[in-house]
């Protein structure tokens, strides 16, 4: 096991791994296949919470950058991440896993919620449980809504899974001599600016000793493979 002693995980995908190879939105049949990966987590044991992002459909910054108010741009990127979280329902449900989405934006006829106690209650019941629309305030990402809900349901993990299968030392995509850390601090990432999530997600998860796992959600069965200790990825830990 890559993290021995978890049972608890909070995995968090960004928007864009829901388009599969589309441009935007959401391609179902690919949302299908990572449902899968979290099924296997589900099923090896552990308690499993999902943080979904919103990239696919909207972020509010692409909208202030057009003009309009960045705080309303910011609420349609939190609705956009609703969309992601129903959409990765109804896959685990196709799937036969129990899920419930909690949305820290009410909208009772859609899903719950925040209630962390009911959220404790559908994990011992080996529910998978979403939780939408970020922090539910405009400024923040996805990122800080999954490392609020790491700490506020105690998980032993965050999961990031992206597009790069760890962090390095200069964008991999620009420079090909940089290198992957196997673990880099915490103090590291937030002084050398390194991209991993932003500085108060990170920050969260280092007060709170929460590691933080990157790698690459492209290819299939990577959950599974980082969670047994045989994937590739970085751990963001303390010293
Ligand atoms: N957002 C927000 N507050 C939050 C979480 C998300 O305002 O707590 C908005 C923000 O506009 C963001 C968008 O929702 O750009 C989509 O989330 P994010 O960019 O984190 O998605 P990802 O990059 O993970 O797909």
Avoid: W
Avoid at 123 to 136: D, N, P, Q, S
């Amino acid at each position: 096991m890559l993290l021995p002693g978890t049972k608890r995980i909070l995995l968090k995908l960004s928007g864009e791994v829901l388009m599969g190879d589309q441009d935007y939105g959401i391609d179902p049949a690919f949302v299908l296949e990572l449902a899968k990966e979290v099924k296997a987590a589900r099923d090896s044991g552990l308690e499993v919470c999902l943080v979904i992002g919103g990239g696919n459909i909207f972020r509010g910054m692409a909208g202030a950058a057009q003009g309009m108010d960045r705080a309303q741009a910011d609420y349609m990127g939190m609705l956009a991440t609703v969309m992601n979280a129903l959409a990765m329902q109804s896959a685990l449900e196709q799937l036969g896993v129990h899920t419930r989405v909690q949305s820290a934006l009410q909208m009772d006829q859609v899903c719950e919620p925040v209630i962390r106690r009911r959220a404790e209650r559908h994990l011992e019941k080996g529910r998978v449980v979403i939780f939408a629309a970020g922090v539910g305030a405009p400024y923040f990402t996805t990122d800080s809504g999954a490392a609020l809900r790491a700490a506020e349901m105690k998980c032993d993990a965050l999961l990031k899974g992206t597009s790069v299968d760890g962090v390095y030392d200069s964008d991999p995509k620009k420079n090909a001599q940089a290198k992957r850390f196997d673990t880099v601090t915490y103090d590291k990432v937030l002084a050398d600016n390194l991209k991993v999530m932003d500085a108060s997600a990170v920050a969260l998860c280092r007060d709170n000793d929460i590691p933080i796992v990157v790698f690459s959600i492209r290819e299939k069965g990577n959950v599974a493979r980082v969670l047994a200790g045989e994937g590739v990825q970085t751990i963001v830990q303390k010293d």
